[in-house]
């Protein structure tokens, strides 16, 4: 029955995989095209190619991780094993922050508030973004030898009977838990300020426009609305991958197999996957682009039959 569920869940891993670095890899494609040409990208376009980036990084350790653990353990070695939780802490991060920026990003180039200090930040918008990246690498820098720390000690199970060690593994694991959930909700939050934010200067605009006659089916109110099913996006599937995270690391056993845990590591694989694609929608440029590649492709297997 394990092994079935295993293969089940292997399956899913690898689908995920696919399908986020699909849409990951188009991304930095076709903005990398762009900016190949001549042409100046963004800073949105710049924040999502780098944010496709950190998503493949993730993807990878995420399914190598996998694979080591279910398949193959004599493979995990202590510094395979540091090496790959690196590349998740560091790829982890900068996802969750480059989405954060772009949901800044969205608030300060749309929302309209009559705020000295908002005009100030609005006008500033890049230099903010860039002053936040800067800070939040205060977390990773925290974060970073407290995973090193409980990866240590997880490997030191044939010293488990020693009350120092089992007591410092789980003085390590506490402290792991601490810093990923901080890590987790100050992105969070922040990103549902800017939603708030975000619907309160649609609201004033709608009133705006209702005073004046002008209806509300304006450029003004579609890119609110845009901006905010982007943002939306996010936290729906941030809340799912932060309780698959958070439960499935609570559900670790040292590093042997465990069924709950395993199954939230494949619902919490859904943020990075899906989302990405919603991103692509989301987004005129690479929508066209992906629309352009479909029917290509669709005039290709015709061709073909």
Not at 27 to 49: E, F, H, M, P, R
Not at 181 to 193: A, D, G, K, N, Q
Not at 239 to 264: P, R, Y
Request: proline share 1%; hydrophobic share 55%; with cysteine.
């Amino acid at each position: 029955m394990m092994s079935l569920l295993l293969s089940i869940l292997s399956i899913l891993v690898i689908a995920e995989f696919v399908v986020g670095n699909f849409a990951n890899v188009f991304i930095t494609l076709v903005n990398g095209i762009d900016w190949v040409k001549g042409q100046k990208l963004s800073c949105a376009d710049g924040i999502l190619t780098a944010l496709a980036v950190s998503r493949i990084g993730f993807l990878s350790s995420v399914l190598l991780n996998w694979y080591a653990i279910v398949y193959n353990l004599a493979f995990y070695s202590l510094e395979v094993r540091i090496i790959v939780h690196i590349i998740w802490v560091v790829s982890n991060h900068f996802s969750l922050w480059f989405v954060v920026s772009l949901s800044i990003l969205y608030l300060l180039k749309i929302a309209n508030f009559s705020s000295l200090f908002f005009l100030h930040l609005k006008w500033k918008a890049e230099r903010v973004v860039l002053m936040l990246l800067l800070g939040s690498l205060v977390f990773l820098v925290c974060h970073l030898p407290v995973v090193m720390l409980e990866v240590k000690m997880g490997m030191n199970d044939n010293e488990g009977n020693i009350t120092w060690v089992t007591n410092l593994r789980h003085i390590a694991h506490l402290a792991n838990m601490t810093i990923s959930t901080t890590v987790y909700i100050i992105p969070f939050t922040m990103s549902l300020m800017a939603l708030l934010l975000l619907l309160f200067s649609m609201w004033k605009h709608l009133k705006k426009m209702q005073l004046s006659g002008k209806g509300s089916q304006d450029a003004g109110t579609k890119v609110h609305v845009r901006a905010m099913q982007t943002i939306i996006s996010f936290l729906l599937l941030f809340v799912v991958f932060f309780v698959a995270e958070i439960t499935s690391v609570w559900n670790s056993n040292s590093w042997k197999i465990n069924s709950v845990h395993m199954i939230f590591q494949v619902v919490g694989l859904l943020y990075s996957s899906c989302h990405s694609l919603i991103l692509i929608w989301g987004n005129k440029k690479l929508r066209q682009a992906i629309v352009l590649l479909l029917s290509q492709l669709r005039c290709w297997l015709k061709e073909r039959e």
